[in-house]
Structure formats: structure tokens, C-alpha cells
């Protein structure tokens, strides 16, 4: 099946500061489990337990349904008892968020800011090429699109997320695309939950796919599976050649 070239725009969320300091480390530990703390996370708890504004206040500030910033505070509360109690790593990176009139574009860790008229593709990938097992992918490459072209690309690691969380990486990440190898049911959902397109059962050359892609040639299988899963395992590189690509 050939792909039709998606496009979405996210609203980006108000924000009137940045922060300044990022990273937070239990002490005398140097290596763990981190925690991710979205921008427009940090914001909510920032104007709702520093500010003092109630959840209405906050939602017109950040430019979003009061339901929202009740469904981010309640998230991003869990994340910081998670890391204070469990003596975890917190990060602050990541989410579309608009400041002072502009939609910033900028590095923090791992996770990037992009305009909200970028389409950000991610690939599952392996020394140059798309790797076959997206529960397993220690890394993706992000393309940021804008016009039909390829403005800027860049190799980012999953820092240890597998799985379900991988998920939640593209979202932070502000992926809109997803192109890769075999991936199993569970992960194709929250894909689709999250509003990703997903274009499965690719192989060979990320940056090879990516040109197809946006000349609306690329083929890919839309009843991909991941044969990965339960007692029978394949290679790796045998994912996306087992009922998982054309």
C-alpha cells in the first residue's frame, strides 16, 4: 500500500516562562530511572501551586479548556510524587508550548520545540537504517518537514524506554509520523490514541523512506504485527520480514 502524506497542527499551549532549571538528581545517585516533565506541565504546577490561579484561571492563561489543565496537573503531580517518593530523576523537556507570541523551537535534553507548521516524522533507527522492532528501538531519527521539504533531522536515544512508553516519548517529542519496522498491536493503539500516523512494515534506508514519503510513494503494510511478542522470538532484523512489511 503507498502512503498518502499526512499533516496535523497541534495547539500549542501558552506558556509565560521557560525553566530555567531543567534537571533535578537524588542525591548520591548517578544513574536511574528519570521522569518527564513536559513544559506545559511545569507551567500548570508553576501558575496553580505558585501563582495560586485556580484551574479556570490557569486554562485561560495557557489558552486551553479547563478540563485540560485539570487532566496536566493531575499528570504532572503524579510525576513529581513519583520522583520525590521513588527517589527517581526528574527532566523538564518537551511539549508544544507557544511563548511571548511565538512558537519557540529550542533544545532541552533530548526533546525539541517545533513551529506549528512542521510536521516532525520520526523513524525507528539503526545505523542509518530503520530498525525492525519499535518496542526495542534505542533510538528514532526526528525529520522536521515544513513545505514538503526536510528543513532539519536530527538522531535522538529513547534513553531506555521500551514499549508503552515509546508512545509517550514521540508524543513529548511532538512526533506527528511514525515510519517503522514490525510493531505490536498494544503499541499501534497508543499510537492511534495519541493521534500518530503510523506507517509499518518499512525497511531499508531511514533517509531513503523518509524521500518516499513525501513523495507519496512510500509502501508500507497496514496490518503490520510484531511477531516479537509471547514465546516465539525472531531477530531483530527478521521483524519486518514476518508479516510485518510488504
Known sequence: MESTMPGRKTKPRHVETVPEYTRFEPQGITYGEQIILSVDEFEVIRLIDLEHLNHEETANKMNVARTTVTTIYERARTKLADAIVNGKFLVIEGG????????????????????????????????????????????????????????????????????????????TNNVDTLICGGIGGGAQQALADADIKLFGGVSGNADEAIDLLLKDELKFNPEVKCNHHGGHHHHDGECGNHGCHN
Open 96 to 171: 508544544h508550548v507557544h511563548l511571548q507570541s511565538d512558537i519557540i523551537d529550542y533544545n532541552i535534553g533530548t526533546n525539541t520545540y517545533k513551529g506549528d507548521k512542521i510536521m516532525r516524522i520520526a523513524v525507528t533507527y539503526d545505523n542509518g537504517d530503520i530498525f525492525q522492532h519499535f518496542g526495542k528501538t534505542s533510538q528514532f531519527k526526528f525529520y522536521d518537514v515544513e513545505d514538503g521539504k526536510i528543513i532539519t533531522s536530527q538522531v535522538v536515544d529513547t534513553n531506555g524506554a521500551g514499549h508503552g512508553a515509546l508512545a509517550g516519548f514521540l508524543t
